[in-house]
T-cell receptor, first 113, second 118 residues
């Protein structure tokens, strides 16, 4: 069975500081990996995805993530956080085309001025 | 990019009534759609897979008679919460996968429907 673990439930960083959100997955085959962001009361917005190829993927809003197969990780990073980045972040894993996604528990990011 | 809509965006109903939520893929066809449920401050949990032309597949613990799913066309799936109770209050999100070339699975999510049962 596939699973996703986001070890950090809450993270607080100062505006302008760097950010890394951790994601570990368990999947029996080649995973498709995603990071989504959700603002309160809103739907999900895709930040980036990894299907194959270059293990460092660039996303929107200055985010990037690195797929490390040996560590079963897909951590999300941003070099300088903005106050508008405060939100809930979800890592997800899926399989072949058309399959559902399994989500991690989410990490709530708070940004200090 | 592809767009998935949901209607209504929020609904308040009395206990015992039924509520229908629509999920539409606006610019692509989706033979499969997924329904997720999200309780406050929790993650998304898959409820069921909606299949065009066949019965929905429900996850363990989800009552199929309570959460009726109909995939009426290649662009529309509906979730009906029957005889709703306060514990059904939640945020319901649908998604539709669209394959694009050799890139495999890409899910497009609707904006969600907040259901409050009084």
């Amino acid at each position: 069975a596939q699973s996703v673990t986001q070890p950090d439930i809450h993270i607080t960083v100062s505006e302008g500081a760097s950010l890394e959100l951790r994601c570990n997955y368990s999947y029996g085959a080649t995973p498709y990996l995603f990071w989504y962001v959700q603002s309160p009361g809103q739907g999900l917005q895709l930040l980036l995805k990894y299907f194959s190829g270059d293990t460092l993927v660039q996303g929107i809003k200055g985010f990037e993530a690195e797929f490390k197969r040996s560590q079963s990780s897909f951590n999300l990073r941003k070099p300088s956080v903005h106050w508008s980045d405060a939100a809930e972040y979800f890592c997800a894993v899926g399989g072949n085309a058309g399959n559902m996604l399994t989500f991690g528990g989410g990490t709530r990011l708070m940004v200090k001025p | 990019g592809a767009v998935v809509s949901q209607h209504p965006s929020w609904v308040i109903c009395k206990s015992g009534t039924s509520v229908k939520i629509e999920c539409r893929s606006l610019d692509f066809q989706a033979t499969t759609m997924f329904w997720y449920r999200q309780f406050p401050k929790q993650s998304l949990m898959l409820m069921a897979t909606s299949n065009e032309g066949s019965k929905a597949t429900y996850e363990q613990g989800v009552e199929k008679d309570k959460f009726l799913i109909n995939h009426a066309s290649l662009t529309l799936s509906t979730l009906t919460v029957t005889s709703a109770h306060p514990e059904d209050s939640s945020f319901y999100i649908c998604s539709a996968p669209r394959t694009s070339g050799g890139e495999g699975n890409e899910q497009f999510f609707g904006p969600g429907t907040r259901l409050t049962v009084l």
